[in-house]
C-alpha cells in the first residue's frame, strides 16, 4: 500500500487511498494527532479497502503545526491534554445516581491511568449529576478526556471536561466546568 501524509488542510479534491480528502483524516482521529501531538501518516491497501489499515505517528513538520493551531481555534481537540481533575456530566438522567455510579466511573477511567478519587456529586438547583475523577498522573486524565468525551454511557452523550483543583479541593462541586 502507499501512504497518505497528512499536512496543510486543504480544498482541493485528491483522495487517499480509502477515499477520504487528506484535510478530512484529522477529524477522524478522536485522540487528537497522536500521543505526543504529532501528525499521522496513514497506510492503506489500495482503492478496494473500506477502511484505514494503521496509523502511525510521523515526523512534526510546520504543516502539522498549523494544523493544530486551525484545529484549536476551530474547538477540535489539537493533542493530549493535562487533565488532573475531570468532569464527566450527561451520564445518567437527573436525580438518577446509584452506589454503582462511582465504581463504574472509576473502572472506566482507570483504563487511562491511575484513578485517586471520584465524587458523584448531585448539582442543587437542576439534580444534575456530575461524577469528577481525580487522576494521578495528568496525561492520563487528558486521554480519559479525548476518549471519554462525546461517548455515549446508557443511551446518554458524555460530557467530558476539565474542572480546576482549586475548586475540586475546596468542595465547590456547582461552578461551571471547564
Not at 474547538?75 to 451520564?91: D, F, K, T
Not at 438522567?93 to 482507570?110: F, I, N, T
Request: glycine share 14%; with cysteine; charged share 25%.
Amino acid at each position: 500500500g502507499r501512504k497518505l501524509r497528512v499536512g496543510r488542510p486543504t480544498s482541493q479534491k485528491r483522495t487517499g487511498s480509502a477515499g477520504i480528502l487528506p484535510a478530512q483524516l484529522p477529524a477522524l482521529s478522536p485522540g487528537g494527532l497522536g500521543a505526543s501531538g504529532q501528525g499521522l501518516a496513514v497506510s492503506g491497501q489500495g482503492a478496494g479497502n473500506a477502511g484505514l489499515a494503521a496509523a502511525t505517528p510521523a515526523t512534526r513538520a510546520p504543516a502539522a503545526q498549523s494544523l493544530e493551531a486551525w484545529r484549536r481555534a476551530n474547538g477540535c481537540n489539537a493533542g493530549p491534554s493535562q487533565v488532573r481533575i475531570l468532569l464527566l456530566e450527561n451520564m445518567v438522567p437527573p436525580g438518577e445516581a446509584d452506589e454503582d455510579l462511582a465504581d463504574e466511573v472509576r473502572e472506566e477511567c482507570g483504563r487511562f491511568g491511575a484513578v485517586r478519587e471520584v465524587k458523584i456529586h448531585e448539582v442543587v438547583k437542576d439534580r444534575r449529576i456530575r461524577a469528577f475523577v481525580k487522576f494521578t498522573d495528568l496525561e492520563a486524565g487528558g486521554r480519559a478526556m479525548a476518549a471519554l468525551h462525546g461517548r455515549f454511557f446508557g443511551g446518554r452523550q458524555v460530557r467530558a471536561m476539565p474542572y480546576s483543583e482549586e475548586l475540586f479541593s475546596a468542595g465547590e462541586l456547582e461552578m461551571a466546568g471547564g
